[in-house]
């Protein structure tokens, strides 16, 4: 049973900043729940139109629900939980790292790395090379 | 059914669902039929409601919870832990001593 509110409550609290994590979960809870209601209404004798209803109208006020979630900040994603972390200081380790960044890729791809490096001293032998040969053709004129 | 009665309200989520799981481990569902019960239907919550409950208390290291496959559907077990138990009974001591309070203030004559 999938209640379209559902995708709209997702949508919503995603917006909010609430951790994808906890969003997805709760939807899979919400869902399990509407289930387990319908089931109790149908063993109730209800039809299934009027058990999902039921169902719905039990499991409540969606919204009140997402304001919950917004008012707590330990399921938020961390960015907005620490903002300054993520637009101040994050951005500046991140240049401070960038020198690095191709030892991080050679660490990350040990064998590309090699290949990579291998191509730049045999071009830049074959640079050398060509060079040493035009001074000797100069010298030699 | 009782009425649900927001205003007073604040906290007492928590306290049940930290007070059923203490007894053993329980999904969603179960939590809210549970409450039901051993509340004798006086208090009556927008079922969904428990949920950002529950993970706030999983979030501050309250409860543990995992997933578990039933009939092909996923359910989300909780269960308290020491950490949990500590804040169960700081929050029992705080519910008795507010609730002795407001016994006593209601039970004393008006004016007096």
Do not use: C
């Amino acid at each position: 049973m999938r209640d379209h509110r559902l995708d709209a409550l997702q949508e919503e609290l995603l917006n909010a900043g609430i951790a994808p994590q906890n969003v997805k979960r709760l939807i899979i809870e919400l869902n399990d729940h509407l289930e387990d209601l319908r089931l109790d209404e149908i063993a109730r004798g209800e039809t299934d139109a009027a058990a999902r209803n039921m169902a719905r109208d039990r499991l409540g006020d969606l919204s009140m629900l997402a304001n919950q979630m917004r008012q707590r900040d330990e399921l938020k994603d961390w960015i907005y939980r620490y903002p300054a972390i993520a637009r101040i200081y994050l951005p500046l380790v991140w240049f401070l790292l960038l020198p690095a960044a191709p030892l991080f890729a050679g660490l990350a791809k040990p064998a590309e790395a090699m290949r990579w490096g291998a191509a730049l001293m045999m071009s830049a032998g074959l640079t050398a090379l060509l060079f040493l040969s035009m001074q000797l053709a100069i010298a030699l004129t | 059914m009782g009425q649900s009665n927001p205003p007073f309200m604040s906290g007492v989520p928590e306290l049940l669902l930290l007070r059923l799981l203490d007894q053993r481990e329980m999904y969603g569902y179960e939590l809210v039929k549970a409450i039901r019960r051993v509340t004798e239907e006086a208090i009556s919550l927008g079922e969904g409601v428990i949920y950002p409950v529950l993970h706030s208390l999983e979030k501050r290291s309250f409860l543990q919870a995992r997933r578990k496959k039933v009939d092909g559907r996923t359910r989300v077990y909780y269960s308290l832990n020491a950490e949990g138990r500590r804040h169960l009974r700081r929050l029992q001591e705080d519910w008795q001593r507010i609730q002795t309070g407001v016994t006593t203030a209601l039970d004393k004559p008006a004016g007096a």
